[in-house]
T-cell receptor, first 111, second 115 residues
Framework: RKEVEQDPGPFNVPEGATVAFNCTYSNSASQSFFWYRQDCRKEPKLLMSVYSSGNEDGRFTAQLNRASQYISLLIRDSKLSDSATYLCVVNITWRAGKLIFGQGTTLQVKP | DTAVSQTPKYLVTQMGNDKSIKCEQNLGHDTMYWYKQDSKKFLKIMFSYNNKELIINETVPNRFSPKSPDKAHLNLHINSLELGDSAVYFC??????????????FGPGTRLTVL
């Protein structure tokens, strides 16, 4: 079983749609959680950290369910510029450093 | 100003050759990393250094040797290149090891093709 699993997609949605991505992780001792964004042929960039109580950043909402070992990302009012691959990332150590990346979910927002 | 830079951006070489990739960060970070992203897009950590000290060394062939001359630089040397080494190699840095929410900043990647 992969340490971090995501549906690779692609998710094709129209502008303005709401889309949700899910991710599961296998290590129950995982310490911290993130969503990174990677544009085609570019480097990954941090989109947002995911906190236990859930958190929101503009149109983006992240949720964490430790009991189910499940992380989600909700994007509201999708923009063309949201088209990218979204990487679910887990830090399995008690200190920063060893990030485990999911394969990524590809989102294509169409006009 | 580029925060994390890598050279070269593209590297095409023959099997059996030895090559190096250089990485520099100007963020004042203590920790640097090397990642490999294969053709299936999985991004996997290879090494991390904190203040020039090796911290993480994943199951990577001995042909790969990182070197950190100072905390702003982490180079990757690869001996006897094989076809399976073809991938995109990303360098990254973070403020330090403490703090589980320390963001990692990635360089633009080096696309290595072994023929």
């Amino acid at each position: 079983r992969k340490e971090v699993e995501q549906d690779p997609g692609p998710f094709n949605v129209p502008e303005g749609a709401t889309v949700a991505f899910n991710c599961t992780y296998s290590n129950s001792a995982s310490q911290s959680f993130f969503w990174y964004r990677q544009d085609c042929r570019k480097e990954p960039k941090l989109l947002m950290s995911v906190y236990s109580s859930g958190n929101e950043d503009g149109r983006f909402t992240a949720q964490l369910n430790r009991a189910s070992q499940y992380i989600s990302l909700l994007i509201r009012d999708s923009k063309l510029s949201d088209s990218a691959t979204y990487l679910c990332v887990v830090n399995i150590t008690w200190r920063a450093g060893k990030l485990i990346f999911g394969q990524g979910t590809t989102l294509q927002v169409k006009p | 100003d580029t925060a994390v830079s890598q050279t070269p951006k593209y590297l095409v070489t023959q099997m059996g050759n030895d090559k190096s990739i250089k990485c520099e960060q100007n963020l004042g970070h203590d920790t640097m990393y090397w990642y490999k992203q294969d053709s299936k897009k999985f991004l996997k950590i290879m090494f991390s250094y904190n203040n020039k000290e090796l911290i993480i060394n994943e199951t990577v062939p001995n042909r790969f040797s990182p070197k950190s001359p100072d905390k702003a630089h982490l180079n990757l040397h690869i001996n006897s290149l094989e076809l399976g080494d073809s991938a995109v190699y990303f360098c990254a840095s973070s403020q330090g090891l403490q703090g589980v929410y320390n963001e990692q900043f990635f360089g633009p990647g080096t696309r290595l093709t072994v023929l």
